[in-house]
């Protein structure tokens, strides 16, 4: 199937992000930096640039046949590394259900059913997730069975946070833009042709950076602030 470069680019813009993110917290975490990067400026970054457009980008490549079983299990793979590097190096603060885990889970309920449900059933379905939301996220429990809805027991806390509520209505937003959008919009996107095949590649390679970003950026610190 022919790439589209407007998946490639917001896959990028995503990636860029993601890196710039995580170099603010480290600065901050492992050297002491005073910068907030859980609100502002920061956050958005993380949340709508980084996380968010991945999500988004996932929902719209399941949607026009991008995905496979052996991609999901590269996936749900990579989350369980995740969360295991994250458990020796952050102990209680690892990542139970990151953005990973959230896009294994995604592209999982996809491929078992969402994919058989109308643009218009799909698009009652994230408004009904969306109502419910409210009233989950005011439960409190007092373990970590449901942390993957955000149902959180008092005290939690995660370096990576991508509950399927409400992350799962991005997904699902993506997968109805890949359904209705037009050849005609995505092409007028097309670059020249020095940067498209560099912006693809970090593209095609986006998890493998994804695993490789932080222990590079914690190296690069390192030697540089040392």
Not at 90 to 95: D, E, H, I, L, S
Request: hydrophobic share 60%; net charge positive; charged share 10%.
């Amino acid at each position: 199937m022919q790439r589209i470069f407007l998946i490639d680019l917001l896959r990028f813009i995503a990636i860029v992000s993601m890196v710039a993110f995580h170099v603010v917290y480290d600065l901050a975490v492992f050297y002491g930096y005073s910068i907030d990067y859980e609100r502002g400026f920061w956050q958005v970054l993380q949340m709508v640039f980084a996380g968010g457009l991945f999500i988004f980008v996932s929902g719209w490549t399941a949607s026009i046949g991008r995905r496979s079983w052996t991609n999901l299990l590269h996936i749900g793979f990579a989350a369980m590394l995740v969360s295991l590097v994250t458990y020796f190096q952050f102990g209680n603060m690892y990542v139970r259900f990151g953005v990973l885990h959230l896009l294994f889970t995604a592209n999982l309920l996809y491929i078992l059913i969402l994919h058989i449900l109308s643009t218009r059933v799909l698009f009652l379905l994230a408004l009904l997730l969306s109502i419910i939301i409210k009233p989950l996220t005011k439960i409190v429990v007092a373990h970590e069975y449901f942390v993957w809805l955000d149902i959180l027991p008092i005290g939690y806390q995660s370096v990576d946070h991508y509950p399927v509520l409400p992350w799962l209505i991005v997904f699902i937003i993506g997968v109805i833009w890949g359904r209705l959008e037009t050849k005609a919009f995505t092409n007028s996107f097309e670059p020249a042709a020095q940067w498209a095949a560099w912006i693809t590649k970090c593209s095609k390679n986006s998890l493998v950076i994804y695993l490789l970003h932080q222990p590079v950026i914690l190296l690069i610190l390192y030697l540089v602030l040392q």
